[in-house]
């Protein structure tokens, strides 16, 4: 893995937890803790798959 790609990895991912912060300070009553989690691994999986797919490294 080239380190263009590894940032864009870590870039995403730390979106990702951003986002997750921002839901969590957030006082809505269906955002249980288990919900929270889910959107928490759905927004990780869908980072990492961003980064992989759309970013170009240096063979391509």
Not at 27 to 45: M, P, Q, Y
């Amino acid at each position: 893995m080239c380190m263009q790609c590894a940032m864009g990895a870590m870039t995403a991912g730390a979106a990702a937890t951003g986002a997750r912060s921002y839901l969590q300070t957030r006082a809505w009553a269906w955002l249980t803790s288990a919900r929270l989690h889910r959107i928490t691994v759905v927004l990780l999986v869908a980072a990492v798959l961003a980064a992989s797919t759309l970013l170009a490294g240096s063979g391509g």
